[in-house]
């Protein structure tokens, strides 16, 4: 499988925890996001993510928080349907979230999270 998209060097890669994703970031200043389960189509681009060069990228592990705020760090493993109190009914409002930092050669961090 080849990924094309970045025009110019490609600095450093990431794969997802559950290991479904692609993260890349380049010399184009841009962070692209590759959905390997797709055949490596390239499913989301952010440009200008730094005002130069971009050389590091890193996902976080997942967190899932429920309605009441409570979190639990997922460590690219599944932990199963959200319940309350260990029951199996879904817990209301649950979501899973991913947070990707990437750093640059403008000497900036940036923090992304959905």
Known sequence: MTLVGHDNWVWAIVFHPGGKYLLSVSDDKTLRCW????????????????????????????????SAGVAQVQHGESMGTPTRNGREKPMPNARIRYIITTGGVDQKLRIFAN
């Open 35 to 66: 959905d390997l389960s797709q055949g490596g189509k390239c499913v989301k681009v952010l440009g200008d993510v730094h005002e130069r060069f971009i050389t590091c990228v890193r996902w976080a592990p997942g967190i899932v928080q429920d």
